[in-house]
Nanobody, 134 residues
């Protein structure tokens, strides 16, 4: 089994920046798509950004495109999310994710419907909360 541990969240003013980290343990995920979801109060969990294993392909939701950057370090079994120009609408608990299969695309992972989470994504960690407020 894979364990996912997120960190780096906190309270930040609008326009500020945060860098989230997620360390995976249990097995290496060099060949798997990694990424980030978030869940705001009263809203469904949504895919934010995903990154492929070797090709460098990335996906960003329309709401974060141009502001967030996803990256990974396979030697550390870690995925990062650099968040810039934060707005109150970015307030949410952020969760990292990893595809169970090695052949999944970034589009498929970040747009995974909830009924398929257990089949195609590793179990969620505890998440890290991000609050953007003045």
């Amino acid at each position: 089994q894979v364990q996912l541990a997120e960190s780096g969240g906190g309270l930040v003013q609008p326009g500020g920046s945060l860098r989230l980290s997620c360390v995976a343990s249990g097995r290496t995920l060099d060949n798997n798509v990694l990424g980030w979801f978030r869940q705001a109060p009263g809203k469904e969990r949504e895919g934010v950004s995903c990154i492929s294993s070797s090709e460098g392909k990335t996906y960003y939701s329309d709401s974060v495109k141009g502001r967030f950057t996803v990256s990974r370090d396979n030697a550390k079994n870690t995925v990062y999310l650099q968040m810039n120009s934060l707005t109150p609408e970015d307030t949410a608990v952020y969760y990292c994710t990893a595809a169970r299969r090695e052949t999944t695309t970034v589009q498929a992972v970040c747009n995974m419907p909830p009924q398929l989470y257990k089949k195609y994504l590793e179990d969620w960690g505890q998440g890290t909360p991000v609050t953007v407020s003045s």
